[in-house]
Nanobody, 124 residues
Framework: QVQLVESGGGLVQAGGSLRLSCAASGRTFSNYVVGWFRQAPGKEREFVAGIRRSADNTYYADSVKGRFTISRDNAKNTVYLQMNSLEPEDTAVYYC?????????????????WGQGTQVTVSS
């Protein structure tokens, strides 16, 4: 089992940047695939970005491609989500998720382990 804790959320103006962190504990983190998801009020949880065991194997939702970057530091058991050029539409609670086997990076159901979420609010 792995425990996940997100941090780095906050309030930022449109066009600004934030970096979210997902710190893991419990198992060998390098063996896990990690995804970032977000959920806005009244909406379903949606995929944002994912990273496989190999740090250069990443995948992004079209809505964030070119603005967000996912990366991992296995020595620190941490995955990051660098978010640039933020838009009000990016406002949501952001969750990281992990699992040792993930067939589809963008599938909520493929992840067994979830963090508690961190709020990101982008003002216009």
């Amino acid at each position: 089992q792995v425990q996940l804790v997100e941090s780095g959320g906050g309030l930022v103006q449109a066009g600004g940047s934030l970096r979210l962190s997902c710190a893991a504990s419990g198992r060998t983190f390098s063996n896990y695939v990690v995804g970032w998801f977000r959920q806005a009020p009244g909406k379903e949880r949606e995929f944002v970005a994912g990273i496989r065991r190999s740090a250069d194997n990443t995948y992004y939702a079209d809505s964030v491609k070119g603005r967000f970057t996912i990366s991992r530091d296995n020595a620190k058991n941490t995955v990051y989500l660098q978010m640039n050029s933020l838009e009000p539409e990016d406002t949501a609670v952001y969750y990281c998720a992990a699992d040792s086997i993930v067939w589809k990076l963008d599938a909520v159901g493929d992840y067994d382990y979830w963090g508690q979420g961190t709020q990101v609010t982008v003002s216009s």
